[in-house]
């Protein structure tokens, strides 16, 4: 990875803030539209003495405009990125809490503007200590179902977020850590609209069995047992209570104090009980590590390293791309036959390698080798497609073990959201509790997380061969989520990410390559339909111009299914010292400026 140096965003960090919403977009899933993304409105941004309009200094998009707002806000009034990270998510955890909050796991990437520093914490979720290989074997020795597995304690891994968010603030905050809560304590004891998006998440979940448990059944559903609808009025005091004892203690009373027994009592379900013990929340501890960062033409794609598979397989996907006119060939059928080829071979080597490196070796360096890539990249027939599943390769490593494929799926629970602030100071962070709404298992306001699975429930192959994703006591699930941040010469340009599973990948490379290859605007990329192949078929996104590919893709070889992508993509784009937000029609997320 290069070496970072100051950039020339201090003359951002210069600008007074300005509390001005500059930019809000906001189409709930029956508002799926192809429409051109709303232009800014500049009409009301702050001008200067001559009438020009005064860019953003600072900016934030998010899954829910009470998140957004919250960081915005936050930003006004002179806090850093890492302190309106602090009120994005814990905000989300309550407006959005089908998808992240405290009882799950993130990843942040972080560029710091001051010191020309770029980071990435690992607060992903970890098993049991307690828990070995067997974990997801049933009676009969055979890996139980997915979403058997799900619903319970059992899937409940120990949760990183809030631990996260300390070390984001220690590091990088201002402001004091109580306030920043308690936007979050005033909904919560407020009460907040359910948004079309959540009420249907909800009545969607009523048959994967969220109204098994309580309180988790009361909170979602009427005393009749209907799902709450879009507009009602839901208040979570237990939410604000909880996050009264964080504001004054911090992380401690989660991981060791009363917050901490009730999680422990809490996954001890009737059905699928869990293990984990106040040791497991005692003993977590959040991880920096170095970021992963590929060369991409004029760029430097950089990203999140194991746990999670996201920069390592989008740097892949990018890197067999390289040698191929991609800009010239523009988003044709053409390109995005070389697109699913790359992807095939980079699924691949996913499957194969990649899990936990704390626990497996992982042959990190040789999957992103340039020779490698452009070995792998020579299979790449431009007028035919491969069979699929295509084969891992032998990327140059000595570190690894001979291992077995996992193809475990993850599920698209998850959000992601992006800050910029008025220093330089930028974070990229997906956050998630797994699949929507997790294990189903509620204590103090807030869900816990089915992240254990993520692993593979079987341990090895037919063969015996060990599978690399396979549970260890106290190992983090492999991930698909892929925070980003991309830089040229240097500077950051684009921060972006995405939930959604394993196409996360997809939703996340696609728009690079709208962005970086084909110039589009960030809002145009996150319009675009996605295309995806995960080393099997080729799936275009339904009710979108990806549709248009299907005959010409399907001429050159490809498998066809058309289905839809839930992607939840959040960018802002720093472009000739301005900032440029955009969010995923396909949620109700938003890009707020000032
Ligand atoms: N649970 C979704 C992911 O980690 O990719």
Not at 116 to 127: V, W
Not at 467 to 478: Q, S, T
Not at 504 to 523: C, F, K, R, S, T
Not at 566 to 580: F, N, R
């Amino acid at each position: 990875m290069p070496e970072f140096q100051r950039t020339s965003l201090g003359v951002l960090g210069a600008m007074a803030v300005l509390a001005i919403l500059v930019f809000t977009f906001a189409a709930g899933p029956a508002d799926r539209a192809r429409s051109p993304a709303p232009a800014p409105a500049t009409d009301d941004r702050e001008r200067t003495e001559t009438g020009a309009a005064v860019p953003d200094s600072v900016m934030v998009a998010a899954a829910h405009p009470l998140a957004a707002e919250a960081g915005r806000a936050v930003l006004a009034a002179g806090g850093t990125a890492a302190d309106a990270a602090v009120a994005v998510q814990t905000m989300l955890n309550l407006v959005e809490p089908q998808s992240s909050g405290i009882g799950g796991g993130a990843f942040a990437v972080i560029w710091d503007g001051a010191d020309g520093r770029l980071t990435t914490l690992d607060g992903r979720e970890k098993a049991p200590l307690a828990a070995d290989e067997t974990y997801w074997l049933g009676e009969d020795g055979e890996p139980v179902a997915w979403w058997d597995a799900v619903v319970g304690g059992r899937s409940v891994g120990v949760p990183g977020t809030l631990k996260l968010l300390e070390t984001l603030h220690a590091r990088h905050g201002r402001m004091d850590w109580a306030n920043l809560l308690q936007p979050a304590i005033d909904a919560a004891e407020q009460g907040f609209t359910i948004s079309p998006r959540l009420a249907a998440s909800i009545a969607a979940a009523q048959e994967k069995k969220l109204d098994l448990f309580e309180p988790t059944r009361s909170y979602f559903f009427d005393p009749n047992g209907s799902p709450r609808a879009a507009g009602t009025l839901l208040r979570n005091p237990a939410f604000a209570t909880t996050l009264r004892l964080i504001a004054a203690g911090g992380s401690a009373p989660f991981y060791e104090g009363e917050i901490a027994a009730d999680i422990v009592a809490a996954v001890r379900t009737d059905i699928n009980a869990g293990i984990l013990t106040p040791e497991d929340l005692a003993a977590y501890t959040v991880v920096e590590r170095a970021p992963i960062c590929v060369p991409y033409r004029a760029y430097e794609v950089c990203g999140m390293g194991p746990p999670t598979s996201g920069a390592l397989t989008i740097g892949q996907i990018l890197g067999m791309l390289e040698g191929f006119d991609m800009p010239g060939l523009g988003p044709s059928p053409e390109a995005w036959h070389l697109y699913a080829e790359a992807a095939k071979l980079a699924y691949a080597d996913r499957a194969l390698y990649m899990a936990d490196a704390d626990f497996v070796p992982m042959p990190t360096r040789g999957l992103l080798d340039p020779d490698y890539l452009a070995s792998r990249a020579a299979l790449i027939d431009p007028s035919a497609a491969m069979p699929t599943p295509a084969k891992a390769g032998t990327p140059p490593w000595d570190e690894a073990a001979v291992q077995a494929p996992d193809t475990q799926p993850e599920r698209p629970g998850t959000s992601h959201f992006v800050i910029v602030d008025a220093d330089g100071l930028m974070i990229s962070m997906t956050t998630t509790i797994e699949t929507g709404f997790g294990s189903r298992v509620m204590t103090r306001g807030f869900l816990l997380n089915n992240e254990l699975t993520d692993f593979s429930r079987a341990p090895a192959a037919e063969d015996g061969t060990p599978i690399a994703n396979r549970v260890e006591g106290g190992k983090r699930p492999r991930s698909s989520m892929s925070p980003t941040i991309v830089f040229r010469d240097g500077a950051p340009v684009l921060l972006i990410g995405s939930p959604g599973g394993s196409p996360i990948i997809h939703y996340v490379a696609n728009a690079l390559v709208a962005v970086l290859d084909w110039g589009m605007e960030p809002q145009a990329a996150l319009d675009m339909g996605h295309v995806v192949n995960r080393n099997g078929v080729t799936e275009l996104e339904e009710g979108t111009e990806a549709e248009a590919l299907a005959d010409a893709l399907a001429t050159l070889g490809h498998e066809i299914t058309v289905r839809p992508h839930e992607s939840g993509l959040h960018a802002i784009q720093i472009k000739d010292g301005a900032l440029i937000g955009a969010a995923d029609p396909r949620r109700e997320g938003v890009a707020v400026g000032g």
